[in-house]
């Protein structure tokens, strides 16, 4: 599945805050390892990137 086709996510405002600062922890080693997202959210790396882009396209659209 390609990210153009990949299926929408609806995410709470505490589970994108949540996953957030997941990243945000994990920012200074280089990002999580695979199965640190796996344990932590059931998803493999390729979702979990997307995902925060996502959030990140959000972000900058609600500051434009």
């Known amino acids: 599945m390609t990210s153009s086709t990949a299926p929408r996510v609806v995410l709470s405002t505490r589970e994108a805050a949540?996953?957030?600062k997941f990243a945000h922890r994990w920012?200074?080693?280089g990002g999580p390892p695979?199965?640190?997202?796996?344990?932590e959210f059931?998803?493999?790396r390729a979702r979990y990137q997307?995902?925060?882009r996502a959030l990140a396209?959000?972000?900058r659209s609600d500051l434009a």
């Not at 695979?34 to 344990?39: A, G, K, L, N, P």
């Open 18 to 20: 949540y996953l957030l």
């Open 27 to 29: 920012a200074k080693f």
């Open 34 to 39: 695979d199965d640190e997202i796996f344990v």
């Open 42 to 44: 059931g998803m493999s």
């Open 50 to 52: 997307q995902i925060l």
């Open 57 to 59: 396209d959000h972000a």
